[in-house]
């Protein structure tokens, strides 16, 4: 390793300076309706200042993009929005009158409804009982219950937004569930919608649903705030778009007078290689070998199917994918986290064991960065030190058989947080308090600086920004070059195809089949991953079947 | 300034507040005090003066408040490991049959200090073992360990009531107790201390078990946060998904956790047999373990909170007894009842006043903010 000592998220020296000097607000043309105007809106946490002076201009019936970087302070201006944190100065216009929203009712009050990035739902309820909660009507549920039903069959034929009223949630699809929050802020009477990372959880069909949906809203007369950092989506669907970068607006454009990059080169203050650089892989040994390996879940369905391929040192294999297809268990099973009902795993020739030991795994060489990080790679309440030792505090740099030497974990913290730009630099703070971005970079940096011989990475950048991004894939591709045998999960195409030396594909929890990247392209991918091939189908058919 | 608005500095959130608490829950306890027309002023100073006041009253609170820090430890060891111990007591109870094993095998052959190591090897392993059980039922048949400690409490009180009546009573004897223990199997008493002080310890069964009360809230401090094995608890306790994916091995830090948490219980053992009563008698546990759970609570299950608690109880009981006995219409049931309140107000209520604070520290916040920018514009600017 060692190439890369530390990597710059963000330089002044070239590119950014032009853009960050041009007037930012060029935004909405003057004299149209605002449906939300924010004015010096300021907030602090600590010594975090999350938002600067922040100014703000949204059109009514328009869809405004909120892009800027994990950390940038998007979600905090949408809480104080929504009346989950108080602002220390600044004012909030709705619809041209001032307003102060104290709480998520005051919000409601004025027409703003929020849709989470986690739902906010009942699972075990029905789509009419999410929809009435906290809006009864009365004592007894009956009349509230047939008053949500006739203004759900409203709302449906108006917006298109059908669903069944009666169904479970937990038994609806996760596109549909969603569905179900839009319908709750509707029902509230929002005339302003926010939706936090609204795709995060949605296959690329259900997200091209969602955004007809949310053209469908805007022409009917709502107003749409859409917080992301996925590019593509502020393109499809947005008319304007504003930029934060560290806790300050810097710029509001007209989404069809802009581009991609520029967008990218406003959000990170410097020009962003999209495109992955890399050099051709220079595989040797195999790393990992899996070998027929079938993992069965505890109600008996078989979530992945005889699975057998080879990771070599010095490339990376991509594991395309629509989540759900078995990825997530294959992964928990080869670091050793779930038992295989059979098949193994050998990691540089030794096989592990069939009873499943991650501890094992790693002795042999195996890192892994989990594909939930907040589940299984951190633990929030522990300060960041704590996390940069997780699944190494028997490590013997660190203490003795007994005792932790809490500075020697200090300071393997502090050579993580400034090798790999974790902010903020602070080893003390509580893991809950760093972005997702940062919280990723702890697991990285953790299970790469262990210097593994295999690493094994899930949805590395999921809900991750853009420079991370970029900084997260750099380092992959440094540690295939150092000869490290590297696996990576990912529902997302442009990184398999950015990153992979070898494309496998799963579908209904078997390796449907194996491409070069550049001899395949992601129609072909994503066909493979639909299981448009006859074998792939009547798997994938199985395990609904199962379900 | 380093705190932004929200935060409250550690001497409101660690001391403030729990003092603003027991204000409020002496508040209505004195309320119930002139409800039977006593004067609770007068109640005040009787408990604080029984508690505090003289040299006996002392060493009672300290002998109260041993009980309470083992038994606090324990279910804060517990609790770091995500596991609710309920069953401190019966542990407790239990532990004594290990301990009057080791004191009757040896009182007569060996002088205390070595019986009391040994006595309380024996003591922390059937505390320990007594804990493991249930430990190892939620570990590999997810048997909840609420549900099993408490149900453990009875199956201790059972079999001690047994081993009592058939196996350690005297020849003859109506009392279901064991002999009572010679020199060998008796641990000092602190007179030594108070005379350094120029007090009297009279009649008070304050020993030595106070100073190794102590030690163990020291290690246990050490075990959670400064041990690779009270890493491990916390993750557990935290994550336990996490933990499998450190791999952590959850079943087996489950059962570790328990029989740590049934040792500590154990050790009050020593403290009422070989420290106070010379002999197993009854109910020797007398509900400490049940008070260490608000101890542990109230403590935030860190073991200087623990002491704190610890000795707060030790106070309660100590001071509340002298008041029963200096006003007669105030029963032993309501200073129970009193120390009820203190549970539920320090426990139970404990964010009662938070928000009032929080609210009055972000005024100051906020007048602090614009004195400041006040002054930057007045000033020429500049970072």
Not at chain 1, 170 to 194: F, H, M, P, T
Not at chain 1, 341 to 346: C, F, I, N
Not at chain 2, 71 to 76: D, E, K, P, Q
Request: net charge negative.
């Amino acid at each position: 390793m060692g190439g890369v000592s530390t990597f710059p998220i963000r330089t002044n020296s070239h590119g950014m300076t032009a853009a960050s000097e041009t007037p930012p607000n060029d935004g909405p043309p003057a004299g149209a309706p605002l449906a939300i105007e924010l004015r010096g809106i300021d907030k602090r946490f600590g010594a975090v200042h999350a938002n600067r002076d922040i100014n703000l201009k949204v059109r009514k019936q328009s869809i405004h993009g909120i892009v800027g970087e994990n950390g940038a302070g998007k979600s905090t201006l949408m809480s104080i929005l929504y009346g989950f944190y108080e602002a220390d100065a600044g004012d909030i216009f709705v619809s041209g009158n001032t307003v102060s929203i104290r709480s998520s009712n005051d919000a409601i009050a004025k027409g703003i409804g929020m849709v989470h990035q986690h739902f906010m739902l009942v699972d075990s309820f029905t789509v009419i009982e999410n929809v009435m909660l906290g809006a009864e009507g009365a004592a007894t549920l009956q009349a509230g219950r047939e008053k949500v039903r006739r203004d759900l069959k409203n709302l449906s034929d108006e917006y298109g937004l059908t669903v069944d009223p009666d169904a479970i949630v937990s038994e609806l699809s996760v596109g549909l569930q969603q569905r179900v929050e839009i319908l709750k802020a509707l029902y509230r009477g929002a005339d302003i919608l926010i939706l936090d990372e609204p795709t995060g959880v949605l296959t690329p069909e259900e997200a091209d649903n969602l955004f007809r949906i949310l053209r469908q809203l805007r022409d009917q007369g709502k107003t749409i705030l859409l917080i992301t950092h996925k590019l593509r989506e502020i393109m499809a669907v947005t008319d304007e778009v504003s930029v934060m970068r560290r806790g300050a607006m810097v710029a509001t454009l007209q989404t069809a007078n802009t581009s991609p990059s520029e967008i990218a080169e406003q959000m990170v203050g410097r020009r962003v290689l999209l495109e992955v650089d890399k050099g051709p892989a220079k595989p040797t040994e195999d790393a990992l070998v899996v070998e027929n390996l079938t993992v069965r879940d505890r109600f008996g369905v078989d979530r992945v199917k005889n699975v057998s391929f080879t990771v070599r040192r010095g490339e990376i294999v991509g594991l395309a994918g629509v989540s759900g297809n078995g990825q997530s268990e294959l992964l928990e099973a080869i670091s050793g986290i779930e038992a295989p009902a059979s098949g193994r795993v050998l990691v540089n020739g030794k096989p592990l064991s069939h009873t499943g030991d991650p501890a094992e795994a790693r002795e042999l060489g195996m890192g892994h960065v989990p594909e939930d990080r907040l589940r299984m790679g951190l633990v929030k309440t522990f300060e960041e030190n704590e996390n940069s030792v997780l699944g190494y505090h028997n490590a013997e740099g660190i203490g003795g058989k007994v005792v932790i030497d809490v500075d020697a974990v200090r300071n393997h913290a502090k050579a993580h947080i400034e090798k790999y730009d974790i902010r903020p630099p602070n080893c003390r703070l509580k893991t809950a308090n760093f972005s997702g971005g940062n919280q990723q970079k702890i697991v990285i940096a953790r299970e790469m600086e262990e210097d593994p011989d295999v690493l094994l990475v899930g949805q590395p950048t999921r809900g991750v920004d853009i420079g991370a991004i970029e900084f997260i894939h750099k380092r992959l591709i440094e540690m295939r070059d150092a000869g490290k045998a590297v696996l990576l999960v990912s529902v997302e195409l442009d990184e398999i195809f950015g990153l992979s030396d070898r494309i496998l594909v799963m579908c209904g929890g078997e390796i449907v089949g194996e491409r070069l990247p550049d001899q395949t392209d992601e129609n072909e991918i994503g066909l493979m991953m639909a299981g448009i091939d006859e074998a792939a189908d009547k798997a994938a058919q199985q395990t609904e079947a199962a379900q | 300034m380093s705190l932004s608005r929200g935060e409250l500095p550690r001497w409101v959130d660690y001391g403030l507040i729990p003092l603003l608490n027991l204000a409020a829950a002496f508040l209505v306890a004195g309320l119930v005090v002139i409800a039977v027309g006593e004067n609770p002023l007068e109640a005040v100073e009787l408990m604080l003066f029984g508690a505090f006041g003289y040299g006996e009253g002392v060493g009672f609170t300290l002998y109260y408040a041993t009980n309470f820090i083992f038994t606090g430890l324990a279910v804060a060891v517990a609790f770091h490991a995500g596991l609710f111990n309920i069953g401190g007591e019966g542990q407790a109870y239990v532990a004594g049959l290990g301990v009057i094993i080791v004191c009757l095998a040896l009182d007569q052959f060996m002088p205390w200090y070595i019986t009391a190591p040994l006595a309380l090897i024996a003591g922390c392993a059937v505390g320990g073992l007594w804990a493991f059980v249930p430990g190892y039922l939620q570990a590999t048949r997810g048997s909840h360990i609420v549900i099993t400690t408490i149900m453990f409490n009875f199956i201790a009180a059972a079999l001690m009531t047994y081993m009592l009546v058939n196996v350690f009573r005297q020849p003859g004897a109506m009392a279901p107790e064991s002999r009572t223990l010679e020199e060998g199997g008796r641990i000092p008493r602190l007179d030594w201390l108070f005379d350094w002080f120029g007090a009297n310890l009279g009649g008070a069964q304050l020993n030595i078990s106070f100073f190794l009360a102590l030690i163990m809230s020291f290690l246990v401090w050490v075990l959670i946060w400064r041990t690779r094995l009270g890493y491990r608890l916390r993750t557990l306790g935290q994550n336990p998904t996490a933990a499998v994916y450190a791999g952590m091995r959850p079943p087996r830090l489950i059962m570790i956790a328990m029989a740590l948490s049934g040792a500590l219980a154990g050790m009050m053992a020593i403290n009422e047999i070989m420290g106070v009563h010379g002999r197993l008698i009854l109910e020797f546990a007398g509900g400490a373990g049940f008070v260490g759970i608000a101890v542990a609570l109230m403590g935030r299950a860190h073991p200087i909170g623990i002491v704190l608690a610890a000795l707060l109880f030790g106070a309660l009981y100590q001071g509340g007894a002298e008041l029963a006995f200096s006003m007669p219409s105030i029963t032993r049931d309501m200073i129970i009842a009193i120390q009820g309140l203190v549970i539920l107000f320090a426990g139970a209520l404990e964010g009662l006043f938070r928000p009032a604070i929080v609210a009055f520290f972000n005024a100051q916040y906020d007048r602090r903010r614009a004195r400041e920018a006040a002054q930057a514009s007045s000033a020429p600017a500049g970072e």
